[in-house]
C-alpha cells in the first residue's frame, strides 16, 4: 500500500470554535506531518514522529506553509460563472439581464459541460475541493457537471434547477417534470462515487404551489438527498413572496407548507428573516449558506451571523457565484469579517477557516467525510502559502502566533496562496483553467 506524507504547519479543530472559545477549539502544530492513506487521511502528529513511524512514505515538505482541510463552497450557481461581475443590478433585474438568458444556453449539452470544467478547474485553483451547485433546469446540465466532477474525483453537491413560472418560457418545466427529471437524476447519480443529490427549487417566486409540493413529495420519498434553495435574500423579494402566497405566514412558511423544510435543507442567504422563521430553522436543524460577496455585490444586506450561530443553526460560507463577485473562498472569508464587522461582531481567524471548511461540510452534512483533519477522513486539502505576496510576507514576519501568521492571508489572500491542492489524496494540478 502505498503511502503519502505530508509535512507543514497543521491546524485541526478540536472543537466548534463558533461556540468555545476559538483558539481552545484548534490544535496547531508548527511542525506537523498528515499521512495519506489510499485517498484518506491515515494519520496526523507531529513531522519526527510520523517519519520515524513510516519511513517508507514519499514525502512533500510544504515547509511554513499551513496544511488545511480543502475549502467547501456551500451555494453557488455554476450556470452563471460566464456573467460573473455583471454590473449594476438588484437581484429581480439580475435575475431577468444576466442569469436567464445565460441560463438558456444549457440546453446544449457541449455547452454544459465546457462550463461545467471551467467552473471546476476555477475551484480547484482556489482551493475548493467540494461545491454545492444550481444546475439549470435542462437534465443535461446536471449530467455535465456530476460528469466533470466524477472525471476530477471531486465531492460534488448539485441538482436540477426547478421553475414552473416567472421565468422565460424556454427556463420552465412543470410539477411534474421537474419531479420525474429529478427523480431520474437522483437514480442516476445520488450516492455514486463522491456525488450527492441536492433537490433545488430556485426559489419560491418562481414555482407554484404544485410545483413545491411535487419537490417536497420527492424529498420525502428520498430523504439521504439534501434540498438546497434561497430564502430572504432581499425585501422586495419578501415583499414578491407575500404577494405570491398571501396565506403563507412568512417566506420560510412557502416551503415549510410543501414538505420544503428539514435538517438537510440548505437556505441561500436568509438575510431578513423573521423570529419565527429563526425559531423552525433552529428547531428543524436546517442550514443557512453565508454569500457574503453576493450580499454586498447585489446591495442585499448584512447577515447576522452572530445571531444565528449563537441559535445553533448550521452555517457555511458560499461564494454564490456568480451573484458572488469571487470564485475565491479567502475573499468570501475576508467579507464575512467586513460584514460581521460592521454587525458588531470580530470574528476570530479561527471561527473563519472553521466556517470554509468544517462549517461547510456541516450544512452539507458531510461531516463526517471532509472538511477536519483526521484519521478516517477523506484527503482533500488546500495547503496555504501564508507569505505569497510581499504586502502578505511583511505582516506575517511580525506575527507572533499561528493566527497573526494566517489572518493576513484570510483578507487579503487570493489564487496565489493556494500553494497546492490534494483530491481525494491525490495532488492536482493548478494550471490555470482555459477560458
Known amino acids: 500500500m502505498s503511502s503519502h506524507l505530508l509535512l507543514g504547519q497543521i491546524l485541526h479543530f478540536e472543537d466548534t470554535p463558533m461556540a468555545a472559545p476559538p483558539e481552545a477549539a ?19 502528529g507531529s513531522a519526527k514522529d510520523l517519519r520515524d513511524a513510516h519511513p517508507q512514505a514519499t514525502i512533500t515538505d510544504y515547509g511554513d506553509a499551513l496544511i488545511s482541510p480543502g475549502f467547501v463552497d ?29 441560463e438558456i444556453k444549457f440546453g446544449d449539452p457541449a455547452y454544459a459541460s465546457a462550463v461545467a470544467a471551467l467552473t471546476l478547474d ?21 449530467e ?7 472525471r476530477r474525483d471531486m ?9 414552473d413560472r416567472n421565468a422565460p418560457t424556454g427556463l420552465q418545466d412543470t410539477p411534474q417534470s421537474a419531479h420525474d427529471d429529478s427523480l431520474a437524476l437522483i437514480e442516476r447519480w445520488h450516492g455514486k462515487g463522491r456525488a450527492q443529490y441536492a433537490i433545488t427549487p430556485r426559489f419560491s417566486p418562481t414555482s407554484t404551489r404544485e410545483q413545491l409540493e411535487a419537490l417536497g413529495a420527492l424529498w420525502s420519498a428520498n430523504p439521504t438527498c439534501l434540498m438546497q ?17 398571501p396565506e403563507a405566514r ?17 437556505y441561500g442567504h436568509a438575510i431578513h428573516l423573521e423570529p419565527r422563521e429563526i425559531d423552525r430553522l433552529t428547531e428543524t436543524g436546517a442550514a443557512i449558506a453565508h454569500c457574503p460577496t453576493s450580499n454586498t455585490f447585489i446591495g442585499s444586506g448584512l447577515f447576522d451571523l452572530a445571531g444565528l450561530s449563537a441559535r445553533g443553526i448550521p452555517v457555511g460560507l458560499a461564494t454564490d457565484t456568480g451573484g458572488g463577485s469571487s470564485f475565491s473562498m479567502l475573499r468570501t472569508m475576508a467579507a464575512t469579517y467586513e460584514i460581521a464587522q460592521l454587525r458588531g461582531t470580530a470574528l476570530h481567524p479561527a471561527q473563519l477557516l472553521w466556517l470554509a471548511t468544517a462549517g461547510g461540510a456541516r450544512a452539507l452534512h458531510l461531516q463526517d467525510r471532509i472538511g477536519t483533519l483526521a484519521p478516517g477522513y477523506e484527503a482533500d486539502l488546500t495547503i496555504l502559502d501564508l507569505a505569497s505576496t510581499p504586502a502578505i510576507a511583511q505582516r506575517t ?11 493576513p492571508t484570510l483578507m487579503m489572500g487570493d489564487d496565489r496562496a493556494i500553494r497546492d491542492v490534494w483530491v481525494a489524496g491525490r495532488r492536482v494540478s493548478r494550471a490555470a483553467a482555459a477560458p
Not at 489510499?38 to 494519520?43: P, Q, Y
Not at 485553483?125 to 437534465?139: D, E, F, K, M
Request: with cysteine; glycine share 6%.
Open 26 to 44: 484548534a490544535h496547531h502544530d508548527p511542525r506537523g506531518a498528515l499521512l495519506i492513506e489510499n485517498g484518506t487521511i491515515a494519520a496526523i
Open 122 to 142: 476555477l475551484a480547484l485553483q482556489n482551493g475548493t475541493t467540494t461545491l454545492a451547485s444550481y444546475c439549470t433546469i435542462h437534465p443535461q446540465s446536471v
Open 74 to 102: 456551500a451555494h453557488m450557481h455554476y450556470p452563471q460563472t460566464r456573467i460573473i461581475a455583471s454590473w449594476g443590478k438588484r437581484l429581480i433585474d439580475w435575475l431577468n439581464t444576466y442569469t436567464f438568458p445565460e
Open 250 to 266: 412568512d417566506y420560510l412558511d412557502t416551503y415549510e407548507a410543501a414538505g420544503l423544510l428539514g435538517a438537510r435543507g440548505i
Open 229 to 245: 434553495t434561497h430564502l430572504s435574500e432581499q425585501t422586495d423579494e419578501i415583499a414578491w413572496v407575500r404577494d405570491l402566497f
Open 144 to 150: 455535465a457537471l456530476f460528469t466533470e466532477a466524477a
Open 155 to 163: 465531492r460534488i453537491v448539485a441538482g436540477k434547477t426547478c421553475m
Open 397 to 407: 514576519d511580525r506575527a507572533e502566533s499561528i493566527w497573526e501568521a494566517l489572518f
